[in-house]
């Protein structure tokens, strides 16, 4: 590293320290102000009044999503562009269980450090506003909207059980399965009826007689959303909901086609008819950079981290996969507290609000920051990214 850019950390990582209580603030606002997906109000406009007042030009609420924002510092003069991705949703009943009101402060964080030094970087900083990661993935919306054209790299921390800077991700297809019969009394004239939730408890079945069978790291889980409305009525409709996951768009598709020829044969044997739909967005598997994220880590080895975990794929999905497919993207794993504490869990959202939680998201911010600066400044650096990007692009098979 050259020793303008160690000069320029040091005083990027003072700015962090000077807002440091500003950073824990915005977290922990938004810890206490607990909004699920899409009703992020609270959230959004703290964190966007926080980049505007230092000097960051603010969109919000994005047209195409009212509690996403665009937040963008101009630095002197023309070069690459980067961007911090903020999430700020919580889970219902369980608040921030998964600390995202951590990466919202911490993703903002970075920006007002970096907003401190502008004059010293060249490009564009761009802090996203990205809803809704829990349900219906609001980088979806903002990849399909083409937010992440011309942006060289996305950046994203998320808090977890250890620190993890390779991650990846299983794709997920949402789906809705709608089976129809007709209604009829049901012990008086059952014959007269076409029974919904017999095809619905059928298609269950195939599909659990397909498990042993399915390649490499599909899942399939379901639920029945409306299975009939009293036992005296043969169900006329039947409703379930899945999520289906495996290690590539691709295979997906595949398993998807099996789900698919389950719900035909199980309509087909019971004489009901049967429909599904898209019912959330699809998450494209994640895909890390890996040169963006050894950069990372080495700015967490500088800044005191010793301990890492091996690269994981995780068993989850996340929207951030959808990034990663567009630009070079990053989605790390830091420990919360010990790394003993997993999320969704009620004591993780202890941690999030926590001394644990105020010293990660002044890390975070800080390692962050610092990546940004080194994809702004380190003209080798964002070409190793760029082809391995291109190269990750190429290969058949690897989303
Ligand atoms: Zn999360």
Not at 103 to 119: D, M, Q, S, T, Y
Not at 328 to 334: E, G
């Amino acid at each position: 590293m050259s020793l303008n850019l160690t000069n320029l950390k040091k005083r990027i990582s003072n700015a962090v320290e000077t807002h440091k209580e500003e950073i824990i603030r915005l977290a922990e606002e938004i810890f206490d102000h607990p909004e699920v997906g899409q009703q992020e109000f609270f959230a959004s406009r703290l964190l966007t009044q926080a980049l505007a007042k230092y000097g960051f030009e603010v969109v919000y609420p994005l047209p195409e999503l009212p509690t996403g924002f665009r937040a963008t510092l101009k630095c002197a003069g023309p070069g690459p562009r980067v961007a911090l991705l903020a999430e700020y949703d919580a889970l219902p009943g369980l608040g921030h269980a998964c600390g995202h009101n951590l990466i919202g402060a911490a993703a903002v964080g970075a920006g007002l450090a970096l907003a401190a030094v502008k004059e010293e970087l060249k490009g564009e900083v761009l802090i996203l506003g990205t809803p809704a990661e829990e349900s219906n993935g609001g980088k979806v919306v903002l990849v399909e909207a083409g937010a992440f054209q011309g942006i060289d790299a996305a950046l994203i921390f998320h808090p977890g059980d250890a620190n993890i800077v390779e991650v990846s991700s299983l794709a997920l297809e949402a789906l809705e399965f709608i089976f129809e019969g007709r209604a009829a009394h049901a012990s008086s004239s059952p014959e007269e009826g076409i029974n919904a939730l017999e095809a619905l408890i059928q298609f269950f079945n195939s599909i659990n007689s397909l498990r042993p069978y399915l390649k490499g790291e599909a899942h399939i889980n379901g639920i029945i959303t409306e299975g009939g409305i009293t036992p005296n009525i043969i169900p006329e409709r039947a409703v379930a909901r899945f999520y289906i996951r495996a290690e590539s768009r691709k295979a997906v598709r595949e398993v998807v086609q099996r789900v698919e020829n389950c719900a035909r044969g199980a309509a087909l044997a019971t004489g009901c008819s049967v429909t599904w739909r898209n019912y959330e967005f699809s998450y494209d598997a994640m895909v890390t950079n890996k040169a963006l994220a050894d950069a990372f880590k080495e700015n967490l080895r500088i800044l005191g981290v010793t301990e890492f975990g091996p690269p994981r794929r995780s068993k989850g999905s996340l929207d951030m996969g959808n990034v990663s497919r567009v630009v070079p993207a990053i989605h790390p794993y830091l420990a919360l507290g010990s790394g003993r504490l997993v999320p969704h869990t009620r004591e993780f959202a202890r941690a999030a609000r926590g001394e644990a939680g105020r010293r990660l998201v002044i890390l975070a911010a800080k390692a962050l920051a610092w990546t940004a600066a080194d994809v702004l400044l380190d003209r080798e650096l964002l070409a190793r990214i760029q082809e391995e990007f291109s190269l990750a692009m190429l290969q058949e098979g690897a989303f």
